[in-house]
């Protein structure tokens, strides 16, 4: 499903970073630990293929992404990857289902606003749908993020510090709601974390 291969990265003019290889199968939930300044947030993003790796491959599905030109890539990550950030982002002039709706759109992918309701609807928050994210509280966000990036069923779900500001309480419920999700989805879940509550919630682990 996703592997890479001496994957290394370097900032112009700041930090580089060599990874380990990653082998993360079919339906397969890995967590990747590290302390700060270890590269995480820069691994998760070239995973992504936000970035670009210096040297070596992220293969997704066969698809090595840095062959793909930028708008081959966005395609490919809007099809397959379904990302959540450590700080939500979303279009604010928009509606929170409009923010789910945009993903799909963008990337090509048929949708509704029935499916886009029905993602809402597994996290508890399809009563926000027609607000704007402002207006949302900080668990609200996370938890439209969340939707968002499993709404569009990517075969990839890959979260950036997802518990990091939570108390031990959310921070177990969102564990179990990403794992849940892509359970029912059939997708990968990659987490990237400094949190070591979850040690014991992953079998499959790489430190950086």
Known sequence: MLSTRQLEFKYPNGPSFSFPDIQCGEGEHVLILGESGRGKTTLLHLLAGMLRPSSGAVEIKGEITSKLNDSALDKFRGQKIGIIFQTAHFVESLSVIDNLMLAPFLS??????????????????????NEKPSSLSVG?????????????QPTIILADEPTSALDDKNATEVIAMLEDLAKTSGASL???????????????????
Do not use: C, W, Y
């Open 108 to 129: 090509g992918k048929h949708s509704t606003k029935e499916a886009a309701m029905a993602a809402l609807k597994r996290l508890n928050i399809e009563h926000k749908a």
């Open 190 to 208: 990659i987490i990237v974390t400094h949190d070591k509550r979850l040690k014991d919630k992953f079998p499959k682990q790489i430190v950086l």
């Open 140 to 152: 609200e966000q996370q938890r439209a993020a969340i939707a968002r990036a499993v709404f569009n």
